[in-house]
């Protein structure tokens, strides 16, 4: 796991490109502690950080050069079944100095070319120059553990593992893209293609791009869920079962490849449970497992986390995340996450993250079960919306529609104000009056989801920033039926761009290699290949994932509503970081950084702290840009 960097140029004048390298090297110092490297040749420059799992000797050090000097490369991530690809290889004439992987992804390309890529199974982000052809490739992972950003501006294109590195290279003069800005509030987080700068992209999953020494860079798709999802599994229930356990069994097994101690994260619920349970029995010694607690018993998990790690033998370690520490990981919130990012669930991640460390340099965590099981409890809550609307006359849906169209929100909300309504009431009748409106008077799935999971509406998001269109596509655009287009949806952004965001840049934080066994690309592509009622059936959601559970682990100890990583945030915004808000968020900061609009910013500073705890997300989202922009902004 390391973080990596670079550019290739056409420009004679930039000259600054080498000297910013190694500026944008140590940037990414905490994500590599233990070795650094740089190479340049005429218009080319490769950077890498090393976190030192595989193969700790001085063998590792990158950038690496393949056996006859024809390709360099930077990598960050793990090949997990290089030890087969190697074998392979030397079957075939090559031959290794080394045992680590990157080494033998160098191999593989010289054999194999750009068909290489297939027969890796990991998460990874690497650039590979060709020496003999001039021509730069970049890859990223087919489900997008691993980050991988770029910028073009005609003449350079310079690239790296977080946009720190690429405000390194003073060349360009970063520019806020409002349309994802936007995509930020509505959603909290940015999906790919789209960065939070306008020269500025994110190498989508399963892409790679192609750099000529003439042209534009080309980025084309070499995997997606989609192509598989298509041949569905045939077979009776048992069958499948055993087929979906056995996968597991040896995803998971590959994960625990490394030179350093492994551990994981455990919550106690059906994800973790089930991948502690099978990794306790691949592991030769008692697995390490952590696990973070709140003091408030509403947002505790850590009680279940225990007894499942007492009924599975692992060496448990928890700790109970005290506010102090809350308020600092958010005071740093801009840093660590360099654009815009809302997920709160990000400091109990860090906390985790930095108690893990202490212990191990690997940890595993089950992100992805509810992508690919159904596992999200806004799908069901959809449906019946859904059903209801499908249920009006067309008629009445467009009378409706219109009615609500011609309704002034900010004036209903005055004329409440002026008669006594509380904060809370007010904010109930026109969030549904604009969500509402958001989906009439054609109601599908793809508008009912997108509002469902919208923290600002489209209409709030412009009225906010003064203009603001959806970039994104919605769920209905996907194939299958209605769960299977959200869950869809939900692995091409909320995953890449919330989840594994998250985990990347909380473990990378404290020099932590995460590794992510569900997100195996043969277990996704068997998830959206098996009949809808073995993800969602009588079970419930994640039906075949409890059905395997269960056999683990007592159904007793599992067996409760979803919580997820949830913290206090609403008291906490109320109590300990009130202070922070009213900081971040004055009127005077806000009206002359230009960006918000200052009246729209106060009415949710004002309704939030007057009673209305619906907006406890709006406001998080105006408290974590605005500190993001003090930290890098340059205006």
Not at 208 to 224: F, I, M, N, Q
């Amino acid at each position: 796991m390391c973080g990596i960097t670079g550019f290739v140029t056409r420009d004679p004048r930039v000259t600054t490109l080498p000297a910013e390298l190694a500026v944008a090297v140590e940037c990414l110092r905490y994500r590599g502690p233990d070795d650094q490297g740089t190479w340049f040749a005429e218009g080319v420059g490769l950077g890498h950080r090393r976190l030192s799992i595989l193969d700790l000797s001085s063998l590792g050090h990158q950038p690496m050069f393949s056996a006859d000097g024809r390709l360099a490369m930077v990598f960050n991530g793990e090949i997990y079944n290089f030890a087969d690809i190697r074998k392979e290889l030397i079957a075939r004439g090559h031959s290794f100095r080394g045992t680590g992987d990157a080494e033998t992804v160098l191999a593989a390309f010289l054999e194999w070319g750009d068909r290489a890529v297939d027969r890796f199974i990991g998460m990874f982000a690497f650039a590979l120059w060709d020496t003999r052809e001039h021509v730069l490739h970049l890859y990223r992972d087919r489900l997008g553990v691993k980050p991988l950003y770029y910028g073009w501006d005609g003449r350079t294109l310079w690239f790296g593992s977080e946009l720190k590195a690429l405000r390194a290279f003073t060349h360009w003069s970063p520019r806020i893209d409002h349309q994802a800005l936007g995509e930020y509030f509505q959603y909290g987080y940015i999906s790919g293609p789209r960065s939070i700068y306008a020269q500025v992209r994110k190498l989508e999953p399963g892409c790679r791009l192609k750099l000529a020494r003439d042209g534009e860079p080309v980025v084309e798709r070499y995997w997606s869920v989609l192509d598989r999802s298509r041949d569905r599994l045939t077979g009776d229930d048992e069958t499948l079962e055993a087929e979906l356990e056995a996968l597991m069994h040896d995803a998971f097994r590959l994960r625990l490849v490394s030179d350093v101690p492994v551990g994981m994260y455990l919550s106690g619920g059906v994800d973790s449970s089930l991948v502690t349970a099978i990794l306790s029995k691949a592991s030769s010694q008692p697995l390490r497992t952590f696990t973070v607690g709140f003091r408030e018993d509403s947002h505790d998990e850590s009680p279940w986390a225990r007894r499942v790690a007492g009924h599975l033998g692992t060496r448990h370690t928890e700790y109970i995340l005290e506010v102090r520490e809350a308020l600092a990981i958010a005071r740093g919130w801009g840093k660590l996450f360099d654009e815009p990012f809302g997920d709160s669930s990000g400091i109990p991640t860090l906390l985790v993250s930095r108690l893990a460390r202490e212990q191990v340099k690997v940890v595993l965590s089950a992100d992805g079960g509810d992508e690919l099981f159904m596992g999200y409890s806004v799908y069901d809550d959809v449906l019946p919306r859904l059903r209801r609307l499908s249920q009006m006359p067309a008629r009445l849906k467009t009378v409706v529609a219109d009615a609500l169209a011609r309704t002034h929100v900010d004036l209903l909300d005055r004329r409440l104000a002026k008669l006594g309504a509380p904060a809370s009431m007010r904010g109930r009748i026109t969030r549904r009056i604009r969500r509402s409106r958001a989906v009439l008077p054609n109601a599908t799935v793809g508008r009912v989801y997108d509002a469902a999971v919208s923290y600002w509406l489209p209409e709030e998001v412009a009225e906010l920033l003064g203009a603001y269109q959806n970039p994104r596509g919605l769920a209905d655009g996907f194939e299958g039926n209605e769960h299977e287009q959200m869950g869809l949806w939900d692995l091409h952004h909320y995953l890449p761009g919330d989840v594994l965001t998250k985990v990347d840049r909380t473990t990378m934080a404290v020099s932590l290699e995460g590794r992510e066994p569900l997100l195996d690309h043969r277990l996704v592509e068997f998830a959206f290949r098996l009949p809808t009622h073995l993800r969602n059936g009588t079970l419930g959601r994640k039906h075949l994932l409890k059905k395997i559970l269960y056999r683990h682990v007592p159904r007793a100890l599992v067996d409760r509503p979803k919580q997820g990583f949830a913290i206090p945030l609403e008291r906490w915004l109320r109590d300990d970081l009130r202070e922070l808000t009213h900081d971040y968020l004055a009127s005077a900061r806000i009206r002359k950084a230009g960006i918000l609009d200052d009246s729209v910013v106060q009415h949710v500073v004002d309704g939030f702290y007057r009673g209305d705890r619906k907006l406890t997300s709006q406001l998080w989202f105006l408290l974590a840009f605005e500190m993001w922009r003090e930290e890098w902004d340059r205006g």
